[in-house]
């Protein structure tokens, strides 16, 4: 378990988690940098604004540049006195006030991306949660259609034009292989001192009676760019470049070449994280914690 010091409770500190949709077509990615604008950024800009001093979040995941979110969630820490001081006019608890004053400030930061950006749901989250830490899962969807497919203008934005046929038998196929306790090694842009062991539990290509391939991918976590790899390599496959066993070669290798492609980030959208029942979040939050290693049965 992790030092209970640390703990926003321990502190007499209140935690509020919120529920965040947005474009990011307009945005450097969630990060916040220091002359580009992001997701975090224009947020915290806005709650600046409500509590009136620097207020830092915890992301569930960090989004790239150009990819969207509808299920987003991020929690920060507020003392009982900002808490309470966040009601206004009629609202008779803090959660109400905190998500209609903090859209109607990032109207005022976003001021021509009005709109981009929006808190679905703020709450008082319950004792031990961590967006980040107490989740048990992510889930990402990807939009393509093919060269066969009819494209629609107004889906633009969300979609990967792919100018070859894809076969989706063979990118399922391909996808089913890398299901698992698994290290991704060959599918991530690693980060010093972070592991790129992953839990993938979902991994599935779908043709729509439009045409159009959604793509499903959701793990325990993900590691930087994993997503875009593994739809960058699955493209391949079912372009009939390579066969379906390629991918699992690779990732037992842990190889990375010429040949690791990240597909287009515009097409991916964050949709959902989901968390353990509320009793539970400190629990899953400690065990998140520990370092992810591959048992020796999985290589």
Not at 26 to 49: D, H, K, M, N, Y
Not at 51 to 58: A, D, G, H, K, Y
Not at 89 to 98: A, C, Y
Not at 157 to 183: C, F, K, P, S, Y
């Amino acid at each position: 378990m992790h030092n209970p010091k640390l703990a926003p409770e321990y502190l007499g500190l209140i935690r509020a988690r919120l529920d965040i949709a947005y474009d990011g077509g307009p945005f450097s990615g969630w990060g916040i940098q220091t002359i580009e604008r992001t997701i975090q950024g224009v947020i915290e800009q806005a709650l600046a604004v409500i509590v009136r001093r620097q207020v830092r979040l915890t992301v569930a995941g960090r989004t790239d540049a150009g990819v969207h979110a509808r299920g987003q969630v991020a929690h920060f820490d507020l003392t009982p006195e900002e808490w309470d001081g966040l009601r206004r006019g009629h609202d008779v608890v803090p959660e109400d006030s905190l998500k209609r004053r903090l859209n109607g400030a990032l109207g005022m930061v976003l001021r021509e991306l009005r709109g981009t950006v929006e808190i679905i749901d703020a709450t008082r989250a319950p004792v031990g949660f961590d967006a980040r830490f107490s989740a048990l899962w992510r889930r990402y969807s990807y939009r393509i259609a093919d060269g066969s497919t009819r494209r629609d203008p107004l889906q633009r934005a969300i979609t990967l034009w792919h100018e070859r046929d894809l076969d989706v038998d063979l990118m399922n196929q391909a996808a089913r292989a890398l299901l698992g306790l698994q290290d991704f090694a060959a599918f991530a842009k690693p980060r010093e001192g972070a592991t790129t062991v992953r839990t993938l539990q979902r991994f599935d290509f779908g043709l729509a009676d439009d045409g159009v391939i959604n793509v499903n991918v959701q793990a325990d976590a993900f590691c930087h760019n994993m997503v875009r790899a593994l739809i960058g390599g699955s493209l391949r496959v079912g372009e009939g470049q390579e066969r379906p066993e390629w991918m699992h070669e690779r990732l037992l290798a842990g190889l990375r070449d010429a040949k690791s492609v990240l597909a287009a980030p515009h097409p991916l959208i964050l949709e959902e994280v989901h968390y353990p029942h509320e009793t539970d979040m400190h629990e899953r939050a400690a065990l998140t914690r520990a370092r992810r290693a591959v048992p020796e049965a999985c290589f």
